[in-house]
């Protein structure tokens, strides 16, 4: 398994660390070094993507935000919201090997059912599903590419 894998993620020159035996990197939203798993590489990406490509004010962008789901704690991957405290974005993040499939779309839907989101992302890295809620009219849609901040 290799950790540092290349993504299909715009490439960021992370300053990674030797700490006896395990590799960090400095996340940037938690203010402190973190062990890189296969997932976390892909959440590290993602965030990147998020700031300098799509514009999303780092400061808008919350990790790993605990929630209750019929009792269970559970943690979402990233969760934005707009200058107005409103979520708008929730991510759910895939270490590159896990394929993205039906059971990873439940485990968001799952999530969304407590944030309600309308606009949601899931990834593994290597590939990138996009979807619009529209929760007036009970339906949704899927997006060739995610929005940028506005």
Request: aromatic fraction near 10%; include cysteine; hydrophobic fraction near 35%.
């Amino acid at each position: 398994m290799d950790l540092l894998l290349p993504l299909n993620l715009p490439p960021f020159p992370f300053k990674i660390t030797d700490n006896d035996g395990k590799l960090t990197l400095f996340d940037p939203i938690r203010k402190k070094d973190i062990v890189i798993t296969p997932e976390e590489w892909v959440r590290q990406h993602f965030i990147q993507f998020l700031i300098n490509k799509k514009k999303y004010p780092k400061s808008l962008i919350k990790l790993e935000g605990g929630h209750k789901l019929a009792g269970m704690s559970r943690r979402t991957d990233i969760l934005v919201y707009n200058k107005h405290g409103d979520k708008l974005l929730l991510v759910e993040c895939k270490a590159p090997s896990v394929t993205i499939n039906q059971k990873t779309f439940d485990q968001i839907t799952r999530y969304n059912m407590v944030h309600k989101v309308s606009l949601l992302a899931v990834t593994n890295g290597l590939q990138h599903y996009y979807c619009s809620i529209d929760f007036e009219n009970n339906c949704y849609s899927f997006l060739d590419d995610l929005p940028s901040y506005q």
